[in-house]
C-alpha cells in the first residue's frame, strides 16, 4: 500500500523559513516523479513543485519560484520543499503526491503551514 | 501559470447526469492530452478519478467519464448519487512542465 507521510508544518512568523518532509512507503521511491501541491483553507488545490526521479530536474509554479525548493533523497525515501521568505498567501495545507502518468495519482494527508505575525 | 477555467458550482437530482467543463489554454488543456480530475470531500485528501483525458484508475465507477475539445475538458457523473456531492478539481500538464488546477466546482446532488 502507498504510505506518504507529510511533516514539518506549523507557525511561522513572514519572513521565515520551513522544511517539509514526506516519508514515502509501500513503493520504489526512486522510480517516481514526485510533486507538492497546496490547499489555502477554504481554497482551492495549487500546484506548487515537482521533482523527477533523480532529483535533477525540477519545476515551480510563478509564485514560489525562488523561493521554494523541491529535493529529495532516495537513499531515505523522502522527499522536501524548502520554503523560504514566507508570506500570508503561503497558508496552506501542502499535499505530498506520486506522479502516476503524468498526473496526481497518490495524495499524502498533508500538513499545515501557517504564516502569520 | 493562470488556473483552468470551472463553473463554481453544478447541481443535479438523483439519476441524472451532469457535466463539468474546464476550460484552458492552448498552453495546456489544448495541447496535451494530460488532464486529470479530482474529488474531494470536505476536510479529507483528493482523489483521482480521471487520467490522460478519458481514463478511470481502477476502482472508480464507470458512471465518471471524461472528454475534450479543444481547449475545453469535460467531466461527465451519469446515474447521480448523493455520495457523488463534492468537490472537483481538473489539472492540466502545462507548457514549461508545470501542472494548473481549475478553481474547483461543487457539486451538490439535490
Redo the contacts between chains.
Sequence with gaps: EVQLVESGGGLVQPGGSLRLSCAASGFTFRNYWM?W?RQAPGK????VS?INRDGS?T?????VKGRFTISRDNAKNTLYLQLNSLRAEDTSVY?CTRD??????D????TLVTVSS | ?S?LTQPASVSGSPGQSITISCTGTSSDVGSYS?V?W?Q?YPGK????MI??VT?R?SGVSNRFSGSKSDNTASLTISGLQAEDEADY?C?S?AT?????????TKLTVL
Design positions: 510533486h501541491v482551492g488545490l495549487v500546484w515537482r530536474n519545476n515551480y509554479a510563478d509564485s499535499y502516476w502518468n503524468s498526473c496526481l495519482g495524495w499524502g494527508q498533508g | 501559470q488556473a494530460l486529470s479530482y474531494q485528501v483528493p482523489k483521482l487520467y490522460e481514463k484508475p478539481y489539472c500538464f514549461g512542465s508545470t501542472w494548473v488546477f481549475g478553481g474547483g
